[in-house]
Nanobody, 121 residues
Framework: VQLVESGGGLVQAGGSLRLSCAAS????????MAWYRQAPGKQREMVAL????????NYGDSVKGRFTISRDNAKNTMYLQMNSLKPEDTAVYFC???????????????WGQGTLVTVSS
């Protein structure tokens, strides 16, 4: 299973970006998906999370009210709508998924390669 992020780039403070994360592969189903980010010199932090089934969401305190996570289960794709961006949102954004390998009947975590978001002041 592979995760591929897209949608990063350079934006001015106050602007918006939409990130996408597409999962591909065979014999799997996706459980929980999440966005993480890592700024230079800082630890990776959870930005937003969405569960399978009910689609319950959870957000990091720094992005609540500005970012919205969503997913399209039919397309195995997750999105992150980022509004009112701030320079401190500058980071590499990573997609993460907990998948069930249906053949082996076991769960494992998968990471994307990351996409850079730069917010200028």
């Amino acid at each position: 299973v592979q995760l591929v992020e897209s949608g990063g780039g350079l934006v001015q403070a106050g602007g918006s970006l939409r990130l996408s994360c597409a999962a591909s592969g065979s014999a799997f189903s996706i459980n929980q998906m999440a966005w993480y980010r890592q700024a230079p010199g800082k630890q990776r932090e959870m930005v937003a999370l969405i569960t399978a089934g009910t689609g319950s969401t959870n957000y990091g305190d720094s992005v609540k009210g500005r970012f919205t996570i969503s997913r399209d289960n039919a397309k195995n794709t997750m999105y992150l709508q980022m509004n009112s961006l701030k320079p401190e949102d500058t980071a590499v954004y990573f997609c993460n998924a907990v998948i069930l390998e249906t053949t082996a009947n076991k769960y494992r975590g998968v990471w994307g390669q990351g996409t850079l978001v730069t917010v200028s002041s």
